[in-house]
């Protein structure tokens, strides 16, 4: 497993390619979020936020058959078409990917620590929250989407 | 006791500190009543920690609800809710 909360920027193909390379993986499934039409700068709270991450990714893990993943997040000044996110889950099959790399994104939106403010022309301003991503981590409690 | 208050983001702006030392009170025990202890210096505490306004806590590095208990020692950290990914 791999957590990495940095500046630089990330390559999908390397890390899929890392992760494709364990034993018995059949499946890797990954999502990379990217930076819209704004600059911004993301804020974060360097203690906290590893760990927030890892119990997201371990979390996961308890759900479905995970046997490897990776999450990068960028933090700092990012401009339009930037990368920001990268999950990236290996597993035996594509449902276990698919579903794990979902839960963990949707998760890593209501529980890591970082924050958005972005930069339109005279001034800036803190990105609000939006409810539909509590509601999108808030499905993964119903009963009908727990694995097993 | 004296604990370690941190503010992130929009919160830490509008408060013009990101982090202090506070010593508390006897009976400030809960993460809410630090929430509240803080508000009662005015200005823009009572402003940025109002019951009203949507405030997350950490205590040491884990999400926290506002009854989570609070020890001397303890890093406490509030901030608005996130917006990552």
Avoid at chain 1, 67 to 95: F, K, N, W
Wanted: glycine share 10%; with cysteine; hydrophobic share 45%.
């Amino acid at each position: 497993m791999k957590i990495s909360v940095q500046r630089e920027d990330f390559d999908l193909s390397l890390e899929t390619k890392h992760l494709s390379r364990g034993q018995g993986v059949g499946a890797v499934a990954s999502f990379v979020g990217v930076v819209r039409d704004v600059a911004m700068t993301l804020e974060h709270y360097p203690e906290m936020t590893e760990n927030s991450i890892r119990k997201i990714t371990e979390d996961a893990g308890r759900r479905w058959k995970v046997m490897d993943c990776t999450v990068i997040h960028r933090y700092g000044e990012l401009a339009p078409h930037d990368q920001i996110v990268l999950v990236a889950v290996a597993s035996a099959h594509r449902g276990d990917a698919f579903a794990a790399c979902e839960f963990i994104m949707d998760y890593l939106k209501t529980r890591a620590p970082f924050w958005k403010k972005e930069h339109r022309g005279e001034g800036a301003a803190w990105v609000e929250a939006r409810a539909s991503d509590d509601d999108a981590a808030g499905r993964w409690d119903s009963p009908a989407r727990k694995a097993g | 006791m004296k604990v370690k208050v941190l503010f992130f983001a929009a919160l830490r702006e509008q408060l013009g500190v990101a982090g202090e030392e506070v010593e508390l009170p006897a009976g400030i025990a809960t993460v809410a009543a630090l929430r509240g202890h803080l508000a009662r210096r005015g200005g823009p505490w009572q402003t940025a920690l109002a019951e009203k306004k949507n405030v997350r806590a950490a205590v040491n590095h884990d999400m926290a609800k506002a009854g989570a208990a609070i020890r001397a020692g303890d890093e406490i950290a509030f901030f608005p809710p996130v917006t990552g990914g």
